[in-house]
């Protein structure tokens, strides 16, 4: 089945984008309720302890970005982000908490992503997709394409992603002499990023996501 069958479609691309949107507001919240959960409140006194998407907009990422894809050139990739949950690690219970707010996120997609494989699971059992073209299919179908694009994505060891935090972690409990260095290339990050999506690496990122999504469908199908 070809995965990008649907990725030319205005009609596909309106129904993706609210799953989109729903994903990274899910990815914040996560952030920002188990920092709640580690003893850091400062997401909560911002609002951002909340799954109302008006709290965790970003003016670009949230909806120049989208509108862009949806209102430009067909088979630009489907992209988007929120704004960042600001986090006090000197609030946590532990140190060890750092780790688990920053996994959170992508957690949460990856946890979408399977709740999505099994109410496709359940439709096919019950017969109540009739075809892949059907709404009933596509949506759980783009609930589980864009959550693991984004927990994929997120697990990037690239500042300011999830996955740097993580690396920066376990660099700094090593006392590694390279943690400083790597949290100082952040600034840079965005940029480091974009020349990876503008290069064949990018292809990897595409590879691994087609991988977990083909995985998933041949449990469904």
């Not at 783009?142 to 690396?167: E, H, K, M, T, Y």
């Not at 952040?186 to 996501?209: C, N, V």
């Amino acid at each position: 089945m070809d995965l990008n069958v649907f990725s030319n479609e205005r009609l596909m691309a309106l129904l993706a984008l609210p799953v989109l949107l729903f994903s990274i507001v899910v990815h914040e919240f996560a952030h920002a309720y188990v920092a709640f959960r580690a003893g850091d409140r400062t997401a909560a006194y911002l609002g951002r302890l909340t799954l109302n998407p008006l709290a965790h907009i970003d003016p670009i990422g949230t909806v120049l970005i989208p509108l862009l894809q949806f209102f430009g050139p067909q088979g630009l990739p489907l992209i988007g982000w929120a704004k960042p949950v600001p986090v006090n690690p000197s609030r946590f219970r532990s140190s060890e908490w750092d780790i688990f707010v920053s996994l959170a996120g992508p957690g949460s997609n990856f946890l979408l992503a399977v709740l999505a494989t099994i109410l496709l699971k359940l439709f096919v059992v019950v017969g109540a997709i009739s075809s892949f073209t059907s709404p009933l299919f596509l949506v759980p179908f783009f609930f589980l394409q864009i959550n693991v694009a984004l927990g994929v994505f997120n697990l990037i060891p690239i500042p300011p992603l999830d996955g740097s935090r993580v690396l920066y972690r376990f660099l700094a409990s090593a006392r590694s002499p390279l943690a400083d260095r790597y949290a100082a290339i952040e600034p840079y990050g965005f940029f480091i990023l974009l020349l990876i999506l503008m290069t064949r690496a990018s292809e990897y990122f595409g590879a691994i996501i087609d991988f977990c999504v083909r995985f998933a469908l041949r449990f469904i199908i």
